[in-house]
C-alpha cells in the first residue's frame, strides 16, 4: 500500500520506517520541504520519497497526520477529501472498511490497536484527554476511557 505521511519528527519519522519496513511505500512530507527529507528518505530506504504535504495526500490513499496539533491548520484539507486520515492509534470512524485499514497498518507494525467508536467519539482521544500522547497498552487506554 502506498501511505502519506505528514510530518517528519518522530512519530513520522519511526512510522515511516516502520511502514516501509512492513512493505508499504511512504510518502514523507514536513513543512520545510521535500528537499529537507534527504537524510530520512534515505535512511528509510527504496520504500520511501519526499514530497509537500499536497503530494504525500493526493498520491495515497492512506495518510498519517503527524504534526502537532497547532499545525492542523496548515494541512492541505481539499487533498485529504476522500483519504483514510490516521492522527491516533486510538482509532474513532464512520467508515467500518477504513477503520479495519487502519487497525491492519497499525497491527503490522506491532502496536495494539483500541476502537472508541464513530467518529464523534474521536474527542475522546484528543488532546486534554486521558489518553492523548502518552504511552498505554491497550488495557490501559480501555480503563482510561471508560
Do not use: C, Q, W
Not at 512492513?22 to 528509510?44: D, F, I, M, Q, Y
Not at 499545525?71 to 467500518?96: K, W
Request: net charge negative; charged share 20%; hydrophobic share 45%.
Amino acid at each position: 500500500m502506498r501511505i502519506g505521511i505528514i510530518g517528519a519528527g518522530n512519530i513520522g519519522g519511526t512510522l515511516a520506517r516502520l511502514l516501509a519496513g512492513a512493505g508499504h511505500e511512504v510518502v514523507v512530507a514536513n513543512s520545510r520541504g521535500p528537499e529537507t527529507l534527504a537524510g530520512l528518505v534515505e535512511e528509510v530506504g527504496e520504500r520511501a520519497s519526499a514530497g509537500t504535504a499536497t503530494e504525500a495526500a493526493e498520491s495515497t490513499v492512506v495518510v498519517v497526520v503527524a504534526v502537532p496539533f497547532p499545525a492542523y491548520r496548515e494541512l492541505p484539507a481539499a487533498s485529504l477529501h476522500g483519504r483514510v486520515v490516521v492522527d491516533a492509534i486510538p482509532i474513532a470512524g464512520d467508515d467500518p472498511e477504513a477503520k479495519a485499514t487502519v487497525a491492519r497498518l497499525i497491527d503490522e507494525i506491532g502496536f495494539d490497536v483500541y476502537d472508541v467508536g464513530p467518529l464523534a467519539e474521536g474527542r475522546r482521544i484528543e488532546p486534554g484527554s486521558p489518553v492523548f500522547n502518552v504511552g498505554l497498552t491497550r488495557e490501559e487506554v480501555a480503563a482510561a476511557l471508560a
